[in-house]
Structures are given as structure tokens and as C-alpha cells.
């Protein structure tokens, strides 16, 4: 979690966001990631980024509490404490039926939530460098990291030319940290960190 | 790109008046950073005297013990497992809004999921109170919970529904949370990146979770939700399934039908939309937010109100025919005597649920009163009191004459305790609205933005000429896969 430079980009449309991505990505510029107000179906492909994964993990999540809810009941009603109920047989696999599946979800949504908190780090009282305020009202923000390659200067006007209204350059921390959002804190303390590249 | 933006002009607009984004979250968030109106007070103060007065009700049943209900010998659940049932039931609306249609595609839910899924939440959180509380000595609650104990250790009966119903309520109640309290985070985000106010920053920069909006985390978000939606869809079929199968695995004469399960889950959709209806008729009135839970709206859940308002009347029928059909002489005397005859103790009670119903929500047949807002409003209020009738009839006409007329029981009315509990409900429901309605967004913003380019009325006035396009490239794709 150094301090990095980046060139920002607002957009004020999603419209060139695509072509804004595609060209970014030909002129080899790094892309460091795009915010915007709202989901944009394609712009994670236009970006390359792969699919998630996050659907697969509820799917083991899933498996786990079948397997795991059926094999207790059985445990319970066959081995540990065998009730005779009307002379039931203890191994009554469809009345188990409704207990397993809805521990099934249980186990698949819970899992997947704190999967996907956990990917993309959220929490309480987790801080994290905001671009631009406005990304999460009305504004499409292309963020592009400054490399020992590329020039200040040359990204802006390569952004404006995409169509961005608003460009400026920002030294922020990447990643996140403890802090809350009524103070200014940050993990480093700007101008004594030495990974800052001009 | 024209194609995925292209919705046809039949479909009139479901975000009215020309927007643009910042205007979505203007009108959304202003009411969460203005002053609660003087409304806003009166409702909020009556909904926690009503609480309070709930809170005092159940410090009496749990001092005096269950006694201090009119519960008797054969009617063992009463007003208690009536209102259960209705919460719950009311709960479904929302989970079908936000799972359902999402799944079906239907744009129209994002002008009111948020609401509906935070209904969902609250009515499940009131219709728990019920068989918490009927216990008796609630200090003893978590002997429901399968743990290892030293009687025995003695499990619960995992074969008994009532533990199913533990199961499904508890499963049901932290899937909603999850699923609307992570569709919450972005917006809440968006109200954290406008605030001024310090102890705002901090509130939703607490809540929000450090959100983004980084494009890999809007990817996951939506997988996130597509699952949690294609989960939520059996989930809430299983959850009145359950519910019904507490009546309907029992051996009593009413209660003892396979119909139960489809019958109590149309109901339950049903009673819930009439509640989505009452609340948002207010809402969007009080808050301002005409232009976003539109006439449109009102009228494709009226829709869905007559619609499942049939099914139930339909397996009203069919349980009468079959209590006939089937010959056995105490289920037809549960049906014939108990209820259907108008002169009977409780006969009152299951006409007033034909009525309510049944028959009076046909009136939906008819496109003006669909759309009319007072016959929406004064409806809603209708279908709910008759499907907690419903319940009622259900519960306590099959159990008041039993297989012995020596334990027939007297005349059962609830006592002041009682139905101090149920209004407590009301007044949790509804302080919990009110606390959602000024503190959360109440509309989902980033879906309303999402949906804006293809459904708000601005946009859709472009739609003839991509119409146009669209079609020419269709006929000209065909043409040439012809000569090739």
C-alpha cells in the first residue's frame, strides 16, 4: 500500500467510457481502475478484467451446508440419541428435506456475502482514497497510474482528448485502512513517503 | 449499444420527467438530508407509543404467563399465530420484488425493491415476535436451537415442522438483511459523498463500508445479487411452504391439506403487495418521489393483486369442493358448519374474508380504478384485513369444535393483552419504516441510474429513431444470410 501518483479522468457520461478504455489500454497506459455511479455491463470486459468467481464460492458454500446439515441430522437421529417416534424409522430423509435446504442457502448467501466483503475489502470503519466525490452521484472517473514511462502532462491531455471534462493528478494511497470518514486520516503521512514517482 | 439500450415506446416511462443522473440522486437523497417533516414526527410518535404499548403488553404475558391471552383448552393458538402468519406473509411481497423480478427482468422493480425488501425485513422481525413470545417462558427460547446440551444430549426433532419453521424464518430473515443491506451499500456511499454535516460523514461512512465503486467491485456486486436473488426465489417459496405445513402435516379437520402450501404462498404474495401499496402510496406522497414510484407502478402491482387475489379464491373453492368431494364427515363439517354456514360462531369471519378477498379486489379488472390512487389506497387497507381473516378462519374455526363436542370451547375474543401485542407489532413495523425512510434511501439510486437511459422519459422519446434503425438492420441481417 504505497503512495502512488495518478492521472484522473471525469467523464460526465458513460457513453465514452468504452472507447476511453479501449484506447487506454492500446496506448499502454495503466489503467488503474474506472469508478463509477452504477454498474456498466461490458466495461469490466472492456477493461479485462476476468469473471468472477464470487458465484463459485457460493456454490461451495452451498454444497458445505447440504453435506454438512444432512450428516448431522443423520449423526443425531441414527447414532447419537436414536428417538422412536410412532415407530418412525430414524432415518427420516424427507423430513429432513426442508431443514437442509434452507440451511443450504443460509450457508451459500452468508458465505458469499463475507466472500464478497472480503474481495473487495468492505467493512465498518474501513477508509479508503476517493478520486472524486462525485463518483458515486454522477461522474465516471478513469484513473491512471503514473509510471516511470509515462509523462504528467502528456495522460492529461490524452484524457481530455477521450472526452473527460475534468482531469487532474493525485497522489493517493492504494488499498485501504482503519479511519473514519468525518476526519482527515491517512495510512501515510503525504510528502514524507519516498514512493512517490514524479 | 443501441440494441441494449433500446426499450420499446409501448412500455410508457418508468422514471417520469426529464433527469439526469445528479437529479436521480438529488430527489432520492434530499429527503434523507432536510429536517424530518412535522408528518414525519406525528407518524414516527405514534408508531413508538404503539410499540410501547406492545412492549407493555408481552412484560405482562411473560410476568402473568399466557394465561393473561384468552388461549383455551381446544383454541391453542389464537390472534398470536394469526398475526405469525400474516407477518410473514407480508414479509413475501419484497423478496418476490427484489428476487423474482429481478430474475424476470422487469424493470419496474427498481422504483420500489428498496422499500419493499426493507418491508420484507420488518415484517419478518414482527411476525418472529409471536412464537417467541407464545412460549410462555421465553427465557427458554434457545432450546429450538440444535446444540449440544446436557440433557442427553436431547436434539430437537428435526422431523417436527415447527422446527422447519425455525429454520425457514431464521434462514429467510438474515438472507433478506444480506440482500438488502448489500444492495444498501452503494447508495449509502453516494449519501456519504454528499454530506457536509460531521456526524453524517461518520454515520455513512460507517455504514457504506468503504465503498468505491470500482468497477471489479460493481462486477462482483452484480454476481452478488444474481445469486442472492436465484437463492432467495426458492427460499421464499419455501418459507409460507413451511408456514403452511404447521396446518397442513397436522391431523385436524381444515388444517390437514395438501392444497395448503401453493394456496398459503399466492396469499402471502397477495397480502404483501396490498402492504407494498399502502406504504408507498404514502410514501412517494410524502417524500416527494412521484416521478420515480410512478402511476405505472401502482397500477402492474394492482395487477398482481387481482391476479394472486384469484389463485387464492380459487383454492378457496377447490377446499370446499374437495371438503364435499372427499367424504370425510369431519372435514365437512369443519368447512360446511364451521365456516361456510353465515349463522355459526365464527361464520361472519369467513365471509368477510370471501368479501374482502375475493370478491372485492376484482375491481381491478377495470384500468381506471387500477390507476386510481384513493381505490388503491382504501383496497390495500381491504385485502390486508381480509387476509389476516384468513389466518384467522384458517386457525381458530378448525380448532374451536374438535373431534369432541364435550371440548368444544366458548366463544373466543381476545383479551386487551392480546391485541396490544399485535398493535406493538405495528408499532415496531412502522417505527422501523419511518427510521428507514429518513436515515436510507428509500428508492435504490444506482438502479434507478441504471435503468434511466432505457426507461426514463427523456430517453425513451430517442427510442423511435433506434426503432427505426434497428429495424432496417434487422431486415437487412436477414436479407443477407438469405443469399449466403
Known sequence: MAVKKFVVGCFDDEGPLFDAVKKVRKSGYKLHDVYTPFPIHGLDKAMGLRDTSLHTAGFLYAIFGTTSMLSFMTWVFTADFPLNVGGKPHFALPAWIPITFEFTVLCSCVGMVITFMYLCQLAPFVKKHHFHLRATDDKFVMVIELTSKTNESEVSSFLTGLGATEVNVQNAETGWWLGRYDKEQKLFVEGQSETVSA | ?484
Open chain 2, 1 to 484: 449499444m443501441a440494441l441494449l439500450r433500446y426499450e420499446s415506446q409501448v412500455r410508457p416511462p418508468l422514471v417520469e420527467n426529464e433527469k439526469t443522473y445528479h437529479q436521480v440522486t438529488e430527489d432520492i437523497v434530499r429527503p434523507i438530508e432536510a429536517n424530518p417533516t412535522r408528518l414525519w414526527w406525528i407518524g414516527f410518535l405514534i408508531s413508538v407509543g404503539l410499540l410501547l404499548f406492545g412492549v407493555y403488553s408481552i412484560y405482562r404475558e411473560v410476568t402473568y404467563g399466557v394465561g393473561q391471552w384468552n388461549l383455551n383448552k381446544t383454541i391453542g393458538w389464537g390472534w398470536d399465530i394469526t398475526n405469525f402468519v400474516w407477518w410473514v406473509g407480508i414479509g413475501h411481497a419484497g423478496t418476490l420484488i427484489s428476487a423474482i423480478l429481478l430474475l424476470f427482468r422487469q424493470g419496474w422493480r427498481t422504483g420500489v425493491n428498496r422499500a419493499a425488501e426493507a418491508m420484507t425485513i420488518f415484517a419478518v422481525m414482527c411476525a418472529g415476535q409471536f412464537p417467541i413470545w407464545h412460549m410462555g417462558r421465553v427465557w427458554m427460547a434457545f432450546f429450538v436451537l440444535p446444540y449440544a446440551n446436557t440433557r442427553g444430549p436431547l436434539w430437537v426433532n428435526f422431523n417436527s415442522p415447527l422446527l422447519w419453521d425455525v429454520f425457514a424464518i431464521s434462514t429467510y430473515f438474515t438472507v433478506s438483511l444480506l440482500f438488502w443491506y448489500s444492495g444498501l451499500i452503494p447508495d449509502l456511499a453516494t449519501v456519504r459523498d454528499r454530506a457536509r454535516l460531521k456526524w453524517r460523514k461518520f454515520m455513512y461512512g460507517f455504514l457504506s463500508f468503504g465503498w468505491t465503486g470500482s468497477t471489479k467491485h460493481w462486477q462482483r456486486h452484480e454476481s452478488l445479487s444474481l445469486v442472492l436473488a436465484g437463492m432467495s426465489t426458492p427460499l421464499v417459496l419455501s418459507v409460507h411452504t413451511v408456514v403452511s405445513f404447521d396446518f397442513a402435516t397436522s391431523v385436524i379437520p381444515g388444517w390437514h391439506t395438501t392444497i395448503f402450501p401453493p394456496y398459503f404462498v399466492a396469499g402471502a404474495i397477495f397480502s404483501g403487495f396490498a402492504m407494498v401499496q399502502t406504504l408507498l402510496l404514502i410514501s412517494r406522497k410524502v417524500l416527494n418521489l412521484e416521478e420515480y414510484i410512478t402511476i405505472e407502478h401502482i397500477e402492474v402491482m394492482n395487477k398482481v393483486i387481482v391476479l394472486t387475489g384469484s389463485i387464492v379464491g380459487v383454492a378457496y373453492l377447490t377446499e370446499l369442493f374437495i371438503s364435499w368431494y372427499g367424504q370425510n364427515p369431519n372435514e365437512g363439517w369443519a368447512f360446511a358448519q364451521n365456516r361456510l354456514n353465515l349463522f355459526s360462531p365464527y361464520g361472519w369471519s369467513y365471509w368477510l374474508m370471501m368479501g374482502c378477498n375475493v370478491i372485492s379486489p376484482q375491481i381491478f379488472w377495470f384500468r381506471k380504478l387500477r390507476r386510481n390512487l384513493v381505490v388503491t389506497f382504501f383496497m390495500s387497507v381491504i385485502v390486508n384485513i381480509g387476509m389476516w381473516f384468513e389466518r384467522f378462519v384458517i386457525i381458530v374455526t378448525s380448532i374451536y369444535r374438535d373431534y369432541l363436542p364435550s371440548s368444544w370451547s366458548t366463544y373466543y375474543t381476545p383479551t386487551i393483552w392480546e391485541i396490544g401485542f399485535y398493535l406493538g407489532t405495528f408499532g415496531l413495523f412502522f417505527t422501523c419504516y419511518f427510521l428507514f425512510s429518513k436515515f436510507f434511501p428509500v428508492i435504490a439510486v444506482a438502479e434507478i441510474k441504471h435503468i434511466l437511459k432505457k426507461s426514463g422519459e427523456s430517453y425513451k422519446k430517442n427510442m423511435y429513431h433506434i426503432e427505426k434503425e434497428s429495424a432496417e438492420q434487422l431486415y437487412n441481417d436477414v436479407h443477407h444470410d438469405h443469399h449466403h
